[in-house]
């Protein structure tokens, strides 16, 4: 494979990677001896929150009275479209029976977590999608107890708008928490809360560690790095959008990673030379984190045809990966690494992020290699069972021992041999 960069990133994520796994496990450690009362500390010290931790319906009707109605109509056409997509993956999953031989059947069941716990970023950014798309993947799928946290801001608690988002996805619980003792208080169950089975939602570089850490003791969405995008362009894509599209990704964090894949070197040039003067009309704190993302990760990677920008891209396994190029069912099917995938220049990964239904909580730092996305699979066990009668019964027995014993594990052969034997008395079986 052999292409050029016209323009190579002088950091990575991993590169650059602080070690805040110390800092985290200790705050851990803090909040599981102090329970409660270490989580107020925290949330006092960090967000300098002193009030309320469960918001009351109270305080929930209220925030609803100080949402604008434009901005709830935006906020539930989102919410429509993303809970209708949860419900068509919902309607692909099912339970199933095989009979495998006469009388022994198999099959496989799904059951939806008892309890979820939804973290929607805060800071500089309000997430109300993130709020969208984490609480009301867990609604649909069936999740019987939905607790959400999100950062408080001082004297004001979660932002109205997203605690009308909260209720209307239908959380059961929310908490003014933000960052480890957010994520620790729904693991821990503090605060009237179960234990939550899966810990889900997108956060900063301690969210993450903490959901890292904790992974095991509880399930996780995925292993969250940076959030990052490409986008492949050949000679038909429009320029302006292209440049658009990488500053409008660059502009989550400093450290957020854009490229640009292409087999035109005019068209990548171009873009070059917009991109600098469109973050410079972004407001302050947006154009520093784009400053930073696009002179440190950014990458932009000229190729010699369309299927060496499927291989590097593949190689990638982008977060977000939009198409600008000719023929877009050639990509749809030839492309196999993405979180999520952006066809045409109508679509944008804004549209995902926001309102167009699939998910935004997505596997960055190449994880799309292996995973996909958060979706109502995420919240749902697929679980096996098996029945048989006598006749059934015989041959998986037989063939049990037999193997069994051949892997030197004779009680397993046992288990086996039992059955035959009060089944099937006074019979003779080749059993090894």
Known sequence: MSHTYLKKAL???????????EIVEKLLQDIHAGGEGM????ALKFDKWDGDIVVSAEQVAQAETQVPEALKRDIQFAHDN????AEKQLSTIQDCTLEVVPGFSVGQKQIPIE???CYVPGGRYSHLASAIMTVTT????????????SPPRPGVGIPPAILYTLNLCGADTMLNLGGVQGIAAMAQGLFGCPKAAILVGPGNQ???EAKRILFGEVGIDMFAGPTDSLIIADKTADPALVAADLVGQAEHGYNSPVWLITDDEILAKDVMDRVPNLIADLPQLNRVNAEASWRDYAEVILCSDRDEMRKVSDTYAPEHLQVMADDLDWWLNALQNYGSLFLGEHTTVAFGDKSAGTNHVLPTSGAARYTGGLSVHKFIKTVTWQRADAQGMRPVAEATARISRLEGMEGHARTAVDRLQKYFPG???DLG
Do not use: C, M, Q, Y
């Open 427 to 429: 019979e003779e079986f």
């Open 206 to 208: 301690f969210v993450a």
């Open 82 to 85: 993303i809970r209708r997509f």
């Open 115 to 117: 309890a979820a716990g």
């Open 11 to 21: 950091r990575t994520a991993e590169s650059d990677a602080g070690d805040v796994r």
């Open 39 to 42: 989580v107020r500390e925290l």
């Open 138 to 149: 867990a609604k649909v799928a069936g999740v019987k107890h939905i607790t959400a946290v």
